[in-house]
């Protein structure tokens, strides 16, 4: 059973940065498709970025050029490196994982909160 969790969320400033981490066990790292969302106060979760087996990225218009998605398969860790960060952007931020390349997420982590203050 795949395990994901998230780490590194905390309360900013507009306009400074902060790293997520997403930390996988329990399945082969590499294997998967993973990626970010978030949900907002009031909000449906939201799609923020994806990143390929292989290293593509995709991400919503809303964070790019701000946003970097990575992964490190020797450490079975996904990375979130947010800049230029933004009142909008606070939210609770959750990492998931699929085998395929499209359909659903199989597999999501417990959520960490993201807080961006003006």
């Known amino acids: 059973q795949v395990q994901l969790v998230e780490s590194g969320g905390g309360s900013v400033q507009a306009g400074d940065s902060l790293r997520l981490s997403c930390a996988c066990s329990?399945?082969?790292?590499?294997?998967?498709?993973m990626g970010w969302f978030r949900q907002a106060p009031g909000k449906e979760r939201e799609f923020v970025a994806l990143?390929?087996?292989?290293?593509?990225?995709i991400y919503v218009n809303s964070v790019k050029g701000r946003f970097t998605i990575s992964r490190d398969n020797a450490k079975n860790t996904l990375y979130l490196q947010m800049n230029s960060l933004k009142p909008e952007d606070t939210a609770v931020y959750y990492c998931?994982?699929?085998?395929?390349?499209?359909?659903?997420?199989?597999?999501w982590g417990q959520g960490t909160q993201v807080t961006v203050s003006s």
């Open positions: 990143i390929t087996r292989i290293g593509g990225s």
């Open positions: 998931a994982a699929r085998m395929a390349s499209s359909g659903p997420w199989g597999y």
């Open positions: 329990g399945g082969t790292f590499s294997d998967y498709v």
